[in-house]
């Protein structure tokens, strides 16, 4: 079995900083790729920010300058740390990992996505 574990989040003011976690565990050959989606109320969840194992990153338009990703690939454990918060920011962010299992899998080239239970940020005066 595969486990992702968030932590972090929170209520934050806007101009605020809160720092996002998210560790992979479990029966793992290798990590692909991880990072955050986030889901507003009323709203069809929306790529935030994806890091692939070789450190290349992909964010969305709207947190760029503001969210950075960082990885540590020898602990599966990915960071998302979030500066000058806005209202809009206000979600649920859900933890994503594209994630091989066995060598079988590697040598397929496949892949199965994996999610956590979401952690919600609050951005609110």
């Known amino acids: 079995q595969v486990q992702l574990v968030e932590s972090g989040g929170g209520l934050v003011q806007p101009g605020g900083s809160l720092r996002l976690s998210c560790a992979a565990s479990?029966?793992?050959?290798?990590?692909?790729?991880m990072g955050w989606y986030r889901q507003a109320p009323g709203k069809q969840r929306e790529l935030v920010v994806l890091?692939?194992?070789?450190?290349?990153?992909n964010y969305a338009d709207s947190v760029k300058g503001r969210f950075t990703i960082s990885r540590d690939n020898a602990k599966n454990t990915v960071w998302l740390q979030m500066n000058s918060l806005k209202p809009e920011d206000t979600a649920r962010y859900y933890c994503?990992?594209?994630?091989?299992?066995?060598?079988?899998?590697?040598?397929?080239?496949?892949?199965?996505?994996?999610w956590g239970k979401g952690s919600l940020v609050t951005v609110s005066s």
């Open positions: 890091i692939i194992s070789g450190g290349s990153t």
């Open positions: 994503n990992a594209n994630i091989m299992r066995t060598l079988s899998d590697y040598a397929r080239g496949t892949g199965m996505d994996y």
């Open positions: 479990g029966s793992i050959y290798r990590v692909n790729h």
